[in-house]
């Protein structure tokens, strides 16, 4: 029996997954590419493997280019609950819970859930980071966030985006907040001191 072999699975599970988003049958790719239905069908399930020629005819049939067929997988989506953001030792009512959401090898952009009590932080806090953009979104409670001298109140659902180099400060006052900030790129990127 013939050892499978991982590169042509894999690009017969692209195949499948371009042709599916796209709503296009075997029969139509089959049709338009000039390969039998049974060679797709195979290739597909990765039982057979392809030459430079057919997947050139794939690509071109699908307006992508060849690399995107043997390039490593990137990450899943994933999809985080609430009780995944939080240990079950945080105090929810004392201090400031803060988790980074994406992978630490993310290049673009950076999400981090943030639980505030009220009051908080204590000391202000104005920064600015590298270029880029930030975004605050309030999921419940009311976040203020300082952007230069001007101040805006986020309440449930609200967002703001704002340039990171400008100063700001993000806090709360007398109610508490739960908030995801996104930056791109991510914080360790592009901080700069001046």
């Known amino acids: 029996m013939k050892k499978?072999?991982?590169?042509?699975?894999?690009?017969?599970?692209?195949?499948?997954?371009?042709?599916?988003?796209r709503g296009i049958s075997l029969q139509r790719l089959s049709g338009e590419t000039g390969m039998s239905y049974s060679y797709l069908s195979n290739l597909?399930?990765?039982?057979?493997?392809?030459?430079?020629?057919?997947?050139?005819?794939?690509a071109s049939f699908f307006g992508v280019d060849m690399i995107y067929f043997i390039q490593s997988d990137k990450p899943e989506p994933k999809v985080f609950q609430r009780a995944d953001l939080f240990d079950d030792d945080d105090n929810y009512y004392a201090d400031i819970v803060y988790r980074v959401i994406t992978s630490e090898s993310n290049p673009y952009l950076q999400a981090s859930?943030?639980?505030?009590?009220?009051?908080k932080p204590d000391e202000k806090n104005i920064h600015k980071h590298g270029t880029g953009q930030e975004m605050v979104m309030c999921l419940e409670g009311c976040v203020r966030?300082?952007?230069?001298?001007d101040v805006y109140q986020l309440k449930n659902g609200?967002?703001?985006?704002?340039?990171a180099e400008s100063?700001?400060?993000?806090?709360?006052?007398e109610e508490q907040a739960s908030?995801?900030?996104?930056?791109?790129?991510?914080?360790?990127?592009?901080?700069?001191?001046?």
């Open 4 to 21: 499978e072999n991982r590169t042509e699975i894999e690009i017969g599970k692209k195949i499948r997954a371009l042709r599916k988003i």
């Open 44 to 58: 597909e399930n990765g039982k057979h493997s392809v030459s430079i020629n057919n997947l050139q005819r794939v």
């Open 113 to 119: 859930y943030i639980y505030m009590p009220p009051n």
């Open 145 to 149: 966030v300082m952007v230069g001298e």
């Open 158 to 163: 609200a967002c703001i985006l704002f340039d």
């Open 167 to 173: 100063e700001h400060l993000i806090y709360t006052e």
């Open 179 to 194: 908030f995801v900030i996104v930056s791109s790129p991510p914080y360790s990127q592009k901080i700069t001191e001046e």
